[in-house]
């Protein structure tokens, strides 16, 4: 049975006249004819008949016409489907924390677009456990998370497995007080994180015994940085997003004589969509670059 002349009936039990059906499908009446013709005959049933010069559906044509309705229905709603679909693939949705959007995203999306420019990227900054949900509910399709994570259906992929975590402080108050003054007497600037980096933050803090007086939290790595530039108190950050502020003398690292503070650092993406070639160059693209760029 084909589409096309189950189309054309479709047409003529809509109008009930087969040169309107004609002139809509741009067909000839005697081509409309024969395909009404055709598809009787492979039915066994007549579809239509005249009384006059008006045309009527016969009772098997009464149920063809249903049927062809929801048929060419369902065959809309595919075909908007895979509209959608494409449209879908041709954007990618990374979230990641603001630092790593800031810092290390836009170098990699621009070798990325040099080989697609046809794909548009959004990114979304957000805290890891907001790039879990989004994972999760199929609002990201690819997420950067500090630590990592274990769900069956999710692929977690480390792409740095240690970054060092550094007790900084700005120049004006390294050069006024001594250590014990500065964690004493000033406050702990803290990232404000659910998950690994805020249980390594808190087992430092009890392994070193500081205890602050006050503690200003903030859910930016880039306000916790421009804090502790101002004076504001001490805090823990990124060694790779101070390195600079370090080697100039702007920011100065407390060394407490303890153990190096390390985290990781994960790419998770739903693993069906680990399919797609473009969303697989990115990835690639990621996991080469991602220790390299500071």
Not at 88 to 110: G, W
Not at 148 to 157: D, E, M, Q
Not at 183 to 204: A, C, D, S, T
């Amino acid at each position: 049975m084909e589409l096309r002349n189950l189309k054309t009936f479709q047409s003529a039990a809509k109008l009930l006249n087969f040169t309107k059906a004609a002139k809509q499908l741009n067909f000839s009446q005697p081509t409309v004819t024969a395909q009404i013709r055709s598809l009787e005959k492979e039915m066994g049933y007549p579809l239509f008949f005249r009384i006059g010069n008006q045309t009527y559906l016969t009772a098997h044509g009464e149920i063809v016409k249903k049927y062809t309705d929801q048929l060419f229905s369902i065959l809309e709603k595919m075909e908007s489907d895979l509209q959608e679909k494409s449209q879908l693939a041709s954007k990618l949705v990374i979230a990641a924390s603001e630092t790593f959007c800031t810092h290390y995203f836009p170098p990699i999306i621009r070798q990325f677009l040099t080989t697609q420019p046809d794909i548009g990227i959004k990114l979304v900054s957000c805290t890891s456990d907001k790039v879990i949900d989004g994972i999760n509910n199929n609002s990201f399709d690819i997420g950067i998370i500090s630590g990592s994570y274990t769900k069956s259906g999710i692929t977690n992929v480390v792409i740095s497995e240690k970054e060092d975590l550094v007790l900084i402080v700005s120049k004006e108050l390294y050069s006024k007080h001594s250590t014990e003054e500065l964690l004493e007497r000033f406050p702990f600037i803290k990232y404000e994180i659910v998950g690994p980096f805020e249980q390594q933050m808190n087992n430092y803090l009890q392994e070193t015994g500081i205890t602050p007086r006050k503690v200003v939290e903030s859910s930016s790595l880039e306000a916790v940085k421009s804090a502790v530039m101002n004076a504001i108190g001490v805090g823990l950050i990124s060694r790779n997003l101070v390195k600079k502020e370090l080697a100039s003398r702007q920011l100065y690292e407390i060394l407490l004589n303890k153990r190096p503070i390390q985290i990781q650092t994960s790419l998770i993406i739903a693993t069906h969509k680990l399919g797609d070639p473009k969303t697989m160059q990115l990835i690639r693209l990621i996991e080469q670059n991602w220790t390299t760029i500071h």
